[in-house]
């Protein structure tokens, strides 16, 4: 199989800035986890490896090096970071994979306490997206910061379709200026309405606002949910509502996802 050079050596820069980031992870501080039992890790880095196995067109041929388990700043989520071979038994190359691994401890079924989001840099576009979640993941204390660790919040069933969602409070395709003091007045009702239906707090037309990616960051399908995409530091986006745990939700025109408020600005 022939490899292209670009993206090779794309590769290669991407595993030195891995090696910096882990080298640096000091600087964002201890993991809020507690301290997690070594079989523990060991059964997360072995969900993550069969994930990237059973993605690969042959699995027998997957060799890994250089794996690394990081606990995140989400309670019981961790992020495996390494390289991975998955061209085939003929190939040398090696690209860099981050697969994000939730433990769900109440799954009545053993083969869903882990679930894994992986990723590998096989190609051009997932090398990029690698890349993103190297730098925002692949370290102690890495992914979306919860918004108040010391009292989490259960984050509300959210239905897969967003537009469901916002379907009884349409929103129109030129917005009015909001008042000044329209979004502070509007949201502790908005938010009250939430909790009391068990739905996530939807913002009306009046209360959308704007904000601004302070760094390259994922786009969940619900909050804590799985990854859908990647928004690139500076994309400006509208916020059209809200759900506990300082999740937001976003879009261009319309809502189309999920993001943590610690990866973002209000404009």
């Not at 060799?63 to 309670?75: E, S, T």
């Not at 069933?157 to 917005?175: C, K």
């Not at 009046?206 to 530091?233: L, W």
């Amino acid at each position: 199989m022939r490899i292209n050079p670009t993206a090779l050596a794309g590769t290669l820069v991407m595993a030195a800035v891995l090696a910096v980031a882990g080298c640096d992870k000091e600087r964002h501080g201890p993991a809020p986890q507690a301290a997690v039992a070594p079989d523990q890790l060991a059964g997360v880095r072995r969900a993550s490896e069969a994930s990237i196995r059973g993605s690969a067109r042959n699995p027998d041929s997957v060799r890994f090096r250089g794996i690394q388990v990081w606990p995140q700043a989400i309670r019981n989520q961790f992020a495996v970071c390494g390289q991975a071979s998955v061209f085939g038994p003929a190939s040398a190359t090696y690209v860099l994979f981050v697969a994000v691994v939730t433990r769900d401890d109440g799954a009545e079924d053993p083969d869903r306490r882990l679930l894994v989001e992986a990723r590998v840099g096989s190609t051009v576009t997932e090398a990029t997206r690698v890349y993103v979640d190297t730098l925002a993941r692949c370290f102690e204390g890495g992914g979306p910061q919860p918004l108040r660790p010391e009292r989490a919040v259960p984050v509300p069933p959210v239905p897969d379709d967003m537009r469901a969602v916002l379907a009884a409070q349409p929103v129109p395709a030129a917005l009015p200026a909001p008042a000044a003091s329209a979004p502070a007045a509007r949201a502790p009702a908005v938010a009250a309405q939430a909790v009391a239906t068990r739905q996530p707090a939807v913002a009306s037309a009046a209360s959308v606002y704007t904000i601004v990616m302070r760094h390259g960051g994922n786009i969940h399908r619900s909050p804590q949910g799985a990854i859908i995409r990647v928004e690139p530091r500076g994309k400006e986006l509208r916020v059209f509502g809200e759900a506990p745990g300082g999740w937001l939700l976003i879009g261009e025109t319309e809502a189309s996802g999920w993001v943590h408020r610690s990866m973002v600005e209000r404009r």
